[in-house]
């Protein structure tokens, strides 16, 4: 039908069946954010028996399950996003979180692939592609390497764990067969009488500020969700004598709101910065959507179908060199990133030197396509009613785009054989995979040969850091008053005066004096690392236990 797009499951945008598609890619931290999100949503829809929840009118039931279902959705927002610069990198595999609050918090992941050895011992940590770490009171990382031919993907992820959990009796097992991670973290009744090791302040606008586009949107989106369910039902119980009108289910407009939010619809990490000047990229058709069907798309939409810029990014992000869009006469459409485009020699069913459609809204000099979706209230007269022309670009100089070493390679790819290096021996993205992420960031790299371990911040281009304790104050390079050399980095070169302009969050305590330039890791695209060494105490690597399964 119109408006849908080919190959994924379908989401919603302005009221029609969109596709998504997750794992050709790699696993983004904020799509596996809402999916956890969606899942509490769903399950507490289907009530504690797993039935549906009574509509408006039900009373009690449905109002009793409304607190539990803002503390579990809150739950797994604070566990994703509180360190949200402690994630970069595309996971095989998507990242889950279940919590009972009573016996026990569970992360797993599917992650196919890693080689940790065999038998029942745990694994010795320093050896695996694959790390589980705890640092400082209540962080847990979760690190991996893989080798696919001359491509290296490196990934962390980082959750904030709640009060109450035992850090020293945490179960991580691997299946060797499926790739099944699972961390088994106990609650800890008599932790919750202990006093708060770490300060959580309310969220301030330096750090709404450093949020990622996505993780921005779920957090503004969400409390609007809670507080819709929450009004429907007061007023079904102020007028419990009338039944709900027809299409006004509350869990049913949740997930419709929810769908809203999605990481696909949203502006990229870094998207605000121009195309780089010796980026090329060259419009190589307009094409039929007929002429996509047998091309692997990741989907993006609303604002993203008619952004060049934003576009760009997101295929540098998904380490892609190409990229597709279709847009409404307003600034809204459909796009798409994909590894290989089968059509490159096929001749365009609208050619490619006539133009493509419309404009893109931030770049006149660029083609956006067109999609004339006036039924739906979404028109473009460059297109006839119901057709779409995708203009569909290649980045001619992707083999020297940061972190292209880091390229999903699909699912095949995923279940090859992987290196034995372990992560801190792997080829780290460092400073090179500052453009890729789009956004300041930073990885716990171990200690070796004797060195003490260090967290390390890796900071793009025009963008300069000051490290107090648990925080990282943010300035842009004119704050520095100098010019775009590494050495911005250090703080002593930020002028006292300066004001930052965002602000992230650290796992542990780090003295200002402990960060310096790492000087051999600056990258061809500006961006650079500071080394913050942190105490050998506060990093915990955790053994993981392999099994079988047939």
């Known amino acids: 039908p119109p408006g849908v797009m080919l190959g994924m499951p379908r989401i919603v945008m302005g009221g029609a069946p969109i596709i998504v598609v997750r794992g050709h890619f790699g696993h983004d931290p904020w799509e596996d954010l ?53 994630h970069f990198g595309r996971s095989e595999g998507s990242f889950e979180v279940d919590d009972d609050h009573e016996t026990r918090l569970r992360i797993s992941a599917n992650l196919p692939g890693y080689k940790l050895g065999k038998g029942d011992e745990p694994h010795p940590a320093s050896e695996s592609p694959l790390a589980v770490q705890v640092v400082g009171h209540r962080s847990l990382i979760v690190r991996g390497v893989q080798q696919h031919g001359p491509l290296t993907r490196t990934w962390q992820r980082t959750f904030t764990l709640p009060r109450g959990v035992d850090l020293d009796h945490i179960d991580i097992t691997y299946s060797s067969a499926s790739g099944n991670l699972t961390v088994d973290i106990p609650r800890n009744s008599s932790a919750d009488a202990e006093p708060e090791k770490e300060d959580r302040d309310e969220l301030d606008d330096l750090e709404a500020a450093g949020l990622p586009p996505a993780v921005r949107a779920m957090m503004q989106g ?16 102020r007028s419990g004598f009338l039944l709900p009108r027809p299409g006004m289910d509350p869990f049913a407009m949740a997930m419709g709101g929810l769908g809203q939010m999605h990481p696909r619809f949203q502006a990229p990490e870094g998207g605000d910065r121009p195309v780089p000047e010796d980026a090329e990229v ?30 760009y990014w997101h295929a540098n992000a998904d380490h892609v060199p190409y990229f597709a869009m ?41 083609w956006c396509g067109c ?12 297109c006839a009613e119901g057709e779409k022309r995708f203009a569909v670009y290649k980045i001619l100089n ?27 021996e792997a080829k780290e993205p460092g400073a090179d995979g500052a453009a890729a992420e789009g956004r300041p960031y930073w990885q716990l790299n171990d200690a070796k040969d004797g060195s003490e371990p260090s967290i390390d911040i890796v ?21 520095g008053g100098a010019g775009e050399s590494a050495a911005l980095a250090a703080s002593a070169n930020i002028a006292p005066d300066a004001a930052p302009m965002a602000k992230l969050k650290l796992p542990v305590d780090i003295s200002e004096d402990a960060c310096v330039v790492d000087e051999q890791r600056a990258a061809r695209d500006g961006s650079h690392m500071l080394k913050c060494k942190i105490e ?11 099994i079988d399964e047939l």
């Not at 969400?222 to 119980?237: C, F, K, V």
């Not at 990741?298 to 576009?311: L, R, T």
């Not at 300069?464 to 925080?471: H, T």
């Open 34 to 86: 809402h999916q956890n999100a969606q899942r509490v949503v769903t399950q507490f829809a289907k009530g504690p028996n797993g039935g549906a929840v009574a509509l408006p009118g039900g009373g009690d039931r449905q109002l009793a399950m409304m607190p539990p279902m803002a503390s579990q959705l809150a739950n797994v927002f604070d566990m994703f996003a509180d360190q949200h610069a402690g």
């Open 371 to 382: 999609s004339n979706e006036e039924q739906r209230g979404f028109p473009n007269r460059e």
């Open 536 to 546: 050998q105490t506060s990093v915990r690597r955790l053994p993981i236990k392999v």
């Open 282 to 311: 060259n419009l190589i058709g307009c094409f039929d959507e007929s002429q996509l069907e047998k091309v692997d798309l990741k989907y993006y939409g609303e604002g993203n179908g008619a952004s060049f810029n934003a576009m």
């Open 326 to 366: 279709a847009r409404h006469s307003h600034p809204l459409g459909h796009a798409f990133t994909t590894h290989g485009f089968v059509h490159e020699d096929e001749k365009p069913k609208w050619g490619v030197y006539d133009g493509c459609g419309s404009r893109c809204e931030d770049d006149s000099s660029r």
């Open 398 to 424: 992707m083999s020297s785009a940061p972190l292209l070493r880091g390229a999903a390679q699909g699912v095949a790819a995923a279940t090859a054989a992987a290196t034995t290096a372990t992560p801190d």
């Open 222 to 237: 969400l409390p609007a969700i809670l507080n819709q369910l929450a009004s429907a039902e007061d007023a079904s119980r």
């Open 459 to 479: 900071l793009p281009k025009g963008i300069v850091a000051k490290v107090i304790g648990r925080q990282v104050l943010l300035y842009t390079v004119e704050a």
